[in-house]
């Protein structure tokens, strides 16, 4: 079959039997850029409304606090563990308890959760650090200060967790000096000048190991907190330009698409469509309303001067051909999109497959049902949109 190609007055391309190319890019870009004014004016509403809709939100505040995780009792330790840390300390001011006491401090509603939370705490690329996020809608003051609530925070989650463990360890710690120093009694009641620096030795060592055991729990420290003077959001003019360009991009895809796919309306873009998927030549050009235009007229003249039989869909005046020398009387073979074509001639006598429409008329679907049928049984075809004089 023929492969699909215009350029705005028909051209021919393509041999029969040759498969239509994966993608037209041409016919893509044509239908996107077609689709462009359209888009630009839906991206202009939603940009305004958009922009509109974010100048009622009331204004917010932000504030960054750096938090740095370590263990007093213990410097060296490796990086996977300094994230470990850092992650763990995160955990403490994700719940209600952590709600409530930052509210209490700076004296108004705080969100962990949501689409836009009061305080998110994120860890660093560097180990070791955190990252906490306040919004506040009472100033930059109270968005610092939330910073500090939340550091506050995890630092009493972590006392509490590290008194818990350490109240049996210490318990069995004191039961040990406790012990020991009976011993040091029996001694000296023995022997007045007797040696306890064993037992002493031994007491130091019970109270340093549950020290240290004190001192190597996490605390978080501020590093460094940074927040502008002004509002941080709404923003309506960058929140409406986003949207717009957004809208206008997405807008522009759907529509070029929707230009692609669509069946009923006739005009540029559906000939070049149709004519791709069905391997026809497309001939776009002026005509008088019930004529070919110029090359499919001469490609109809010449099958039907050989002796070839012409199959011609949609309403048309017939052509009168000179006969070649020669040859024998060409048919011409006239019908409507619809009716069945090949009941009256058989396909494998028909040279070449004619479909006609006008510009912008409402018959797309029927027309490339028509054009259809003939790629479906192998006849070489071509689409011929008429445009007006006024229209070219």
């Known amino acids: 079959m023929e492969t699909a190609s215009t350029d705005g007055r028909g051209t021919q391309a393509g041999t029969r039997g040759d498969r239509p190319p994966v993608l037209d890019l041409g016919l893509v870009i044509s239908s996107l850029a077609r689709s462009l004014p359209a888009a630009i004016v839906i991206g202009l509403v939603v940009g305004v409304l958009a922009g509109i809709i974010a100048s009622t939100f009331r204004d917010e505040y932000t504030a960054t606090t750096t938090v ?14 300094m994230e470990a840390l850092a992650a763990g300390m995160s955990e403490y001011v994700t719940d209600e308890r952590a709600r409530f006491f930052i509210e209490e401090g700076v004296g108004e509603p ?4 949501g689409l836009r939370p009061s305080v998110t705490v994120t860890t660093s690329k560097i180990p070791g650090l955190l990252e906490v996020n306040t919004r506040s809608q009472s100033g930059p003051l109270n968005a610092a200060k939330m910073g500090d609530l939340a550091v506050e925070a995890m630092n009493l989650r972590s006392v509490e967790a590290r008194e818990q463990i350490l109240e049996p360890v210490s318990e069995a710690a004191q039961k040990e000096v406790d012990r020991l120093n009976e011993q040091i009694d029996a001694r000296r009641r023995l022997d007045r000048q007797a040696d306890t620096s064993d037992l002493l030795a031994l007491i130091y060592e019970a109270r340093a190991g549950a020290e240290q055991l004190r001192t190597a729990y996490p605390v978080a420290t501020i590093v460094a907190q940074s927040g502008g003077t002004g509002p941080s959001w709404p923003k ?7 949207a717009g360009l957004a809208t206008t991009a997405l807008a522009v895809l759907v529509l070029g698409l929707a230009r692609l796919r ?5 005009d540029s873009i559906w000939a070049r469509s149709a004519g791709h998927r069905h391997s026809a030549t497309v001939d776009i050009d002026q005509s008088s309303r019930t004529g070919f235009p110029p090359l499919t007229e001469a490609a109809v003249t010449a099958v039907l001067s050989a002796g070839g039989t012409v199959v011609v869909l949609g309403d048309v005046d017939p052509v009168e051909a000179p006969r070649a ?12 999109f619809d009716d069945p074509w090949w009941r009256e001639v058989p396909a494998t006598d028909v040279d070449l497959g ?33 445009l007006q004089e006024t229209m070219k």
């Not at 740095?68 to 563990?81: F, I, K, L, M, S």
């Open 262 to 266: 669509r069946g009923r309306r006739t």
């Open 325 to 336: 020398s020669g040859a024998q009387e060409g048919r011409s073979v006239g019908a409507s």
């Open 354 to 386: 004619i479909v006609v429409v006008d510009n912008r008329s409402a018959d797309g679907k029927a027309a490339e049902a028509a054009l259809a049928s003939f790629a479906e049984v192998g006849v070489p075809a071509r689409v011929a949109v008429r």
């Open 110 to 113: 705080v969100t962990l959760y």
């Open 68 to 81: 740095n995780v370590a263990t007093p009792g213990r410097e060296e330790r490796d990086a996977a563990t």
């Open 236 to 242: 309506p003019f960058q929140t409406g330009l986003v």
